[in-house]
């Protein structure tokens, strides 16, 4: 990509000029996905780097690994393109008959771009060139922003989830960072639980309701 | 006119498989027919032992394509990218609703039906559900009370094993139980509270058909919960693991998969039921069979469809259908999610092993006295206490290593109360033909017209409000409920529209589960409900089935069938 001081994302939006102002006055960001539906339905690479910096800011390497080294930004780009967990669409509810509206290429990769924006706003500048703390301040603004009250529809909030999702089902964020036990055998209803004790990934009822 | 077989029983699901082998013990040559394709108990369970790591989607399945073929399927919380393909596609299984209203039909069609798929709860109806018709005049009275079936719940417990505790309510009669699944810590809290300030209600054990001890070639259950994958140690009762082997141990069944039956032909001469018309949906090629009795087990609003397709001079609006109430006084369960509440004081309690059964707090309204406000009948609570994991970092604050911290661990406890509530039988919710609209077969398809009334709506607000009062009193913090209920089909217990009674003119069965017009026709899966009371129906439904095979098999060898 040329450096012209703009990503390929930026460059776009530049040219569009709308993603931006859509952020900005809150006019829903998919409603620019489906006007954009039309274009190659990938995500850029700065915003694969984007990704990948973004989930190890949320799970970074410890004792176990981290979330780029399980591939999360790979799966969290999976996943948008293919709408997983109601990202395709707002309140993406099917219609009772024949389905809703047909598949668009992007998916849910509006949802990068918005983050892009956000990130690139608050760093003051290129988020995948800015310095780590710089990235983790941006990004721990926009955390904060989403979990305040009243914020519930922030985008963030898709993101993170998927990033969640791609490391707990890994096979290191489950069964390393977590436990993992396909056949437990037996059920003991009371056991005392010490504060080392790690959750299990395949404590199903806790993952759908918990 | 020579039978090729003694009965034909149609669908292979819950009730399919305890006809089948009901009628093949008592010695009939019975021909079984499955629409959908076969599934061999256990090395048929593709995705049974796969973690989520090992899926495209991790499990969450690939929504694009759901969207495009699944979804209704898909809205259903079993169904997932474990399961998928033990649910139908929509797109080739259409059905319609009325313009402005909704019903979620979730559906299996494969061998074992929806017996791969089912919740397992087991619950006996008392005299409370099989009197409420007549007690309050909303449809029609059953032909039937408790202790005709009492000894059919005996036998299907017995066969399936259905683990349990007995109580000793009568509003929920004890049966033949399996020793019980144990509370958890939090659960059996909850149980103490309510016996000391609330005497008329009794949190249990779910009962289930999840074996706690093995039984003929079946292992007890090994605390996956993961059911509706399949499970190859046979640990939950379905038609693979459990009826099927033993009608095939008989020598006397004969079985056909991918086949849809079009039609039960009937021969106005005798008045007799002759057989079924089936579509090979493989070859596109039609067949019929002959037998002696014919037993309708293919899901309860798809017997209604069968019945309404074969149509003939003497039967123009649907066989068996004189009587002009075939498809009506449809039926679910209102169903919502009517508490959730933080339970403080058990952080150093956890569990060990995935319980595959919940909680279940039976029907306390409307017993003895009318104490329901706004309603009549009443609703029960399911649910139970669980310990959340990492799902839950999806609600919280936070980045980095103090987060993944956080999240390493099981976070604390909660109770879950979901309500199901009884749906009273109304003339207005009805099955017709949509003569509009074919399915891929070119068949007419089913349309549903399903709301629920006001009768519905005052008993989820009550239950809203007494899931506060009543976790509140376990000390629990009660930070969300509902009053509202999900589409009709939401809690998955679609039944009725050939309904039970002694009257031929408002019936079309009778007590026997046979139908009035046509003396060797039979329905016993839930299109035969007259009404719904508020228990998880299908262990009647099994009950009903053996008793009318039984009767059916007495009346031919009497020669009065």
Redesign the interface.
């Known amino acids: 990509m040329a450096d012209n001081g703009l990503g390929e994302f930026d460059r776009r939006s530049a040219i569009g000029g709308g993603l931006v102002l859509a952020a900005l006055v809150g006019t829903p960001l998919w409603i620019w996905g489906k006007a954009r539906q039309g274009e190659k339905g990938e995500a850029t690479e700065d915003q694969r780097r984007m990704i990948d910096t973004v989930s190890d ?4 390497r ?1 004792d176990t690994p981290g979330a780029s080294d399980v591939g999360v930004g790979d ?1 969290v780009v ?2 948008l ?8 669409e707002p309140a ?9 509206p047909a ?1 668009t290429p992007r ?1 849910g990769l509006y949802l990068l771009d918005d983050l892009a924006i956000m990130l690139r706003i608050k760093a003051g500048g290129d988020f995948n060139r800015a310095t780590p703390a710089a990235q ?1 301040a941006a ?2 603004a926009i ?2 922003r ?2 305040a009250p009243g914020n519930d529809k922030d985008p963030w ?1 898709k993101i ?2 998927l990033i ?3 490391y ?4 290191a ?3 390393k ?2 436990q ?1 036990e ?12 010490k ?16 | 006119m020579m039978q090729e077989f003694d009965a034909i029983v149609v669908g292979s699901g819950i009730t399919g498989g305890w006809s089948a082998k009901e009628l093949t013990q008592a010695g009939l040559k019975v021909l079984m027919i499955e629409r959908g394709r076969d599934i061999e108990h256990g090395t048929g369970y593709k995705t049974e032992t796969l973690a989520p790591w090992e899926l495209p989607f991790r499990g969450m399945g690939d929504a694009e394509r759901y969207w495009a073929e699944y979804p209704v399927q898909s809205m259903n919380r079993h169904f997932n990218e474990f399961t998928e393909h033990h649910f139908v596609n929509d797109r080739e299984n259409p059905y319609a609703v009325p313009e402005g209203k909704d019903f979620n039909w979730w559906r299996s069609y494969q061998m074992g039906g929806r017996s791969l798929t089912w919740g397992r709860q087991c619950y006996r109806w008392s005299d409370y559900d099989f009197g409420a018709n007549k007690a309050d005049g909303h449809g029609l009275d059953w032909p039937i009370r408790y202790a005709d079936l009492a000894p059919w719940y005996d036998r299907v417990e017995d066969f399936i094993g259905v683990s349990g505790a007995a109580e000793g309510l009568a509003a929920l009669p004890d049966g033949r139980f399996q020793p019980p699944m144990a509370l958890n810590v939090v659960e059996q809290h909850c149980r103490d509270v309510f016996m000391d300030k609330f005497p008329d209600r009794r949190l249990t054990v779910g009962r289930t058909a999840n074996l706690t001890e093995a039984k003929e070639g079946r292992s007890k259950c090994q605390y996956r919960s993961i059911c509706a994958r399949g499970c190859s140690y046979g640990a939950y009762f379905s038609t693979q693991s459990s009826t099927l082997p033993a009608a095939k141990a008989t020598g006397n069944l004969t079985v056909i998969t991918d086949s849809v039956v079009e039609g039960v032909d009937h021969d106005p001469v005798t008045g007799r039921a002759t057989g079924v018309r089936y579509l090979d949906v493989k070859t596109g090629k039609r067949g019929t069979a002959t037998a002696r009795l014919v037993f309708l087990n293919a899901g309860a609003f798809n017997s209604n469809h069968i019945l309404l397709r074969s149509t003939s001079e003497r039967f123009p609006n649907g066989l068996a259908n004189s009587s002009g109430v075939l498809g009506t006084h449809i039926m679910d369960h209102a169903t919502t999610l009517s508490g959730i509440a933080m339970m403080p004081g058990f952080e150093t309690h956890t569990s060990y092993g995935n319980r595959p059964t919940g909680i279940v707090v039976p029907r306390f309204r409307n017993l003895d006295q009318q104490d329901g406000s706004g309603f009549t009948r009443g609703y029960s609570f399911q649910g139970g206490a669980l310990q959340s994991t990492w799902t839950a970092g999806k609600r919280a604050a936070g980045l980095g290593v103090d987060y993944k911290e956080s999240l390493r661990h099981p976070g604390p406890w909660r109770m879950i109360f979901v309500t199901f509530a009884e749906s009273l039988p109304r003339a207005t919710n009805r099955l017709t033909l949509d003569r509009a609209k074919t399915d891929p077969h070119g068949a007419p398809v089913l349309n549903i017209a399903f709301e629920h009334g006001a009768n519905e709506h005052a008993a989820l607000a009550d239950a809203k409000g007494q899931a506060k009062v009543m976790l509140e009193a376990a000390g629990g913090h009660v930070f969300l409920g509902f009053d509202q209920p999900g589409a009709g089909g939401s809690a998955i217990h679609e039944m009725g529209g050939a309904r039970m009674g002694n009257d031929p003119a408002e019936s079309v069965l009778d007590k026997w589960n046979r139908a009035h017009d046509v003396p060797n026709l039979f329905v016993t899966d839930g299109a035969a409900m007259s009404s719904s009371a508020c228990q998880n129906p299908s262990l009647t439904y099994m009950a009903l089935t053996a008793r009318a095979c039984a009767n059916a098999v007495s009346m031919l060898r009497e020669g009065t069938i």
């Open positions: 800011l949320v799970i970074p410890t799966f999976l996943a393109n293919h709408g997983l967990d109601g990202t395709r993406a509810g099917a219609a009772i008959q024949g389905g809703g598949p998916g983790r990004l721990t955390d904060t989403a979990f909030h993170k989830d969640l999702t791609g707990y089902t890994s096979e964020g489950g069964s960072e977590l993992y396909l056949v437990p055998g037996r059920w003991d209803p009371d056991v005392p639980l504060p080392s004790d790690r959750a299990f990934s395949s404590d199903w009822t806790a993952v759908e309701f918990g």
